[in-house]
Nanobody, 123 residues
């Protein structure tokens, strides 16, 4: 599966953005999917993930109640809706897919990656 992320940008603290990830070459619902981010100078960290069939969802504590992961099977896309953004949410955000249907948190579990989209939150 090939993934292409989009939707990043510059937003003020408290604002919202929706990231999109378009999949091609395979049906995205066959995969567990996730969003990760990498702040400048820091390690890549998981933000959220969603199992195949949307049976299980995981959110990192630092985004619970603010971010929402979803997918649209008809469009073969996944999304990350981000609200109440904070400056510490600034990072390059990546979408990823895993070769199994169940969710996992380590980024090493995901074999397919989008190219990343920059999110910058100003204070």
């Amino acid at each position: 599966v090939q993934l292409q992320a989009s939707g990043g940008g510059l937003v003020q603290a408290g604002g919202s953005l929706r990231l999109s990830c378009a999949a091609s070459g395979s049906t995205l619902d066959n995969y567990a999917v996730g969003w990760f981010r990498q702040p400048p100078g820091k390690a890549r960290e998981q933000v959220a993930c969603l199992s195949s069939g949307d049976r299980s969802i995981y959110y990192a504590d630092f985004v619970k109640g603010r971010f929402s992961i979803s997918r649209d099977n008809a469009k073969n896309m996944m999304y990350l809706q981000m609200t109440n953004l904070k400056p510490e949410d600034s990072a390059v955000y990546f979408c990823a897919a895993r070769g199994l249907r169940t969710i996992a948190t380590p980024f090493t579990e995901y074999g397919w990656w989008g190219q990343g989209t920059q999110v910058t939150v100003s204070s």
